[in-house]
């Protein structure tokens, strides 16, 4: 049997040479695999772009609808709001209201006690109502004291007022009042509760 010589096998092996590589077919062959047709690559662009613009027209459409309906909710909440704020003060309003005619009641007796508890009261009615004002402070005393009369156009009536109530507090009954000034102090109290919107006109 002859033995192969493998050396001479290999060398007998066609090689590549790579001067008669033509690239420019092999780039060729390689595109041609992976580009479409031209007619249906055209096609296929149109299609896309069709998709797109119906998908950028519907974005848009959402985006619309939603920024219009956070508008219809912002604008709803609003008027909620401001119709349980004025419920708030109608309601605020009555129960002063009521408060209020015990204070005229206090005011019309013949006993020096109601005077000076009917002073007593209107002060507490003029304390709840001037949260209402532009100002941040725990006492009646000290908003006043932050007021002006671009604030309160009262606020003269309400120092005056708010100062005998205090006479009150701290004398008690070792301070005199007589029915006349007990009834021009209500007066000073009503013309800032009404100006407040804390009584009824």
């Given amino acids: 049997m002859e033995q192969v010589n493998v050396d001479n096998v290999v060398s007998n092996v066609p090689t590549v040479d790579p001067a008669y590589v033509n690239l420019d077919y092999v780039f060729y062959k390689i595109f041609k695999l992976l580009s479409l047709p031209f007619d ?6 149109s299609i896309y772009k069709l998709i797109a613009s119906l998908v950028a027209v519907l974005a848009i459409a959402i985006i619309i609808y939603c920024a219009v309906r956070l508008w219809e909710i912002n604008k709803e909440a609003k008027e909620k709001l401001a119709l349980e704020e004025v419920k708030i003060i109608e309601e605020e309003t009555s129960t002063h209201t009521l408060e209020w005619q015990n204070v005229l009641d206090h005011a019309g007796s013949n006993s020096p006690s109601d005077w000076r508890l009917a002073i007593l009261e209107a002060d507490t009615l003029l304390e709840s109502a001037s949260q209402r004002l532009p100002v941040v402070a725990e006492t009646l005393g000290e908003r006043l004291k932050k007021l002006d009369k671009g604030d309160l156009r009262t606020l003269d009536s309400a120092w ?3 100062k005998v109530r205090n006479r009150i507090a701290h004398d008690g009954f070792n301070f005199e009042i007589t029915k006349h000034e007990t ?3 209500i007066n000073l109290f009503e013309e800032v509760l009404r100006e407040l919107g804390a009584i009824q006109k």
């Fill in 183 to 185: 009834l021009r102090i």
């Fill in 40 to 45: 249906s690559a055209t096609k296929f662009i």
């Fill in 160 to 162: 005056e007022a708010h």
